[in-house]
C-alpha cells in the first residue's frame, strides 16, 4: 500500500513518490551510487579485486552522462586495463559460461536438444537462465564452486567430451598443425608432428586462458596424452597426430583439462 505521508529523506521532507524519492537518491548521493554501480560491473567483468582508480574514472563517466551506463561499459571494454594480462583469468566461469564457452571455442555442432540440455544442465549446477535468486543476480565467482556443483561441472562436461562428433577432433587436429606450423614458420604435416609434449601444451593453451602455472603441470598433461601408447613409440619418433589412437588420447587429455583449477577461469 501506497504511504502519501510526508516522509523525511536525506534531510528532506516532502510526499515523496517512488519516482521524486529515487531522483532526490540520485541527486544526495549520485557518487556513492556511480561507485556502488560501477564496482559491481568491475567485480563483473574484470576482477574481484577492484582497483580503485579504475573504478573512480567510470563513476565520473557513469555521473557525466546522466548516469547512462552504455558510455561506462564502452570506456572499460576499450582500455588497456581490460586487456591486460595480469586482469584476464581472475573470475571463476559461471555454468553458462562454462558450457558455451566450450561448445564456441571447439566449434562443436549443437541444436534445439543439445541447448536445451545445456539450459538443464546449468539449472543443476545453481544457475537459471532468466531466473537469478534475487534482484542482485547470482552472486558469482567463488560461489559457483562448492562441493556439489565441481564434482557436477566435471561430470558435465566430461559428458560431452564423451560423445564428441568426428568433426570436432579432426578441428583439433588441424588447430595443433596450424599452431606448430606457425611456430616452426613452415607448413608440417600430421607426420611431421611427433612430439607430444608440444601436442598436449599447445591443446592446453588452446583452452586454458593462461595457460598452467608449472613446467610440471604440463608435464602431467603430457602423461596424460600419452595414454597407453608405449614410450619407445615417441622416443624413436613412430608416434604423430595421424594415427588413429590420436583421438582416443585427446580425449583423455580434455578429461584432463577441465579438472584443472586454471581452466574453470575466465
Not at 153 to 159: F, N
Amino acid at each position: 500500500m501506497f504511504d502519501d505521508t510526508n516522509k523525511t529523506i536525506f534531510g528532506q521532507t516532502a510526499n515523496f513518490t517512488y519516482s521524486t524519492a529515487i531522483d532526490l537518491i540520485f541527486s544526495a548521493r549520485s557518487s556513492e551510487i556511480a561507485h556502488f554501480i560501477c564496482g559491481k560491473l568491475y567485480r563483473f567483468f574484470v576482477c574481484n579485486e577492484i582497483d580503485a582508480n579504475i573504478v573512480n574514472a567510470m563513476a565520473q563517466t557513469f555521473i557525466s552522462n546522466n548516469f547512462e551506463i552504455t558510455p561506462v561499459l564502452r570506456q572499460l571494454f576499450k582500455s588497456e586495463h581490460f586487456f591486460d594480462e595480469y586482469n584476464i583469468g581472475h573470475l571463476i566461469k559461471s555454468p553458462i559460461e562454462n558450457f558455451v564457452q566450450f561448445v564456441h571455442t571447439l566449434s562443436m555442432p549443437y541444436d534445439d536438444g543439445s541447448v536445451t540440455g545445456l539450459f538443464y544442465m546449468a539449472i543443476d549446477e545453481g544457475q537459471t537462465l532468466f531466473n537469478p535468486p534475487n534482484v542482485a543476480g547470482w552472486p558469482g565467482h567463488r560461489a559457483w564452486i562448492n562441493e556439489t556443483t565441481l564434482a557436477l561441472r566435471w561430470d558435465q562436461i566430461s559428458y560431452w567430451i564423451q560423445y564428441f562428433p568426428y568433426s570436432v577432433w579432426y578441428q583439433l587436429r588441424d588447430m595443433v598443425v596450424d599452431v606448430l606450423s606457425t611456430n616452426a614458420g613452415t607448413a608440417l604435416s600430421e607426420d611431421d608432428i611427433i612430439d607430444p609434449a608440444l601436442v598436449a601444451a599447445t591443446i592446453v593453451d588452446f583452452l586454458v586462458v593462461k595457460g598452467l602455472p608449472t613446467a610440471q603441470d604440463y608435464q602431467n598433461a603430457t602423461d596424460v596424452f600419452k595414454g597407453s601408447v608405449p614410450q619407445n613409440y615417441f622416443d624413436e619418433g613412430i608416434w604423430n597426430i595421424g594415427w588413429d589412437e590420436y583421438i582416443n588420447q585427446v580425449r583423455q587429455l580434455l578429461y584432463h583439462i577441465v579438472k584443472l583449477p586454471e581452466y574453470q577461469l575466465n
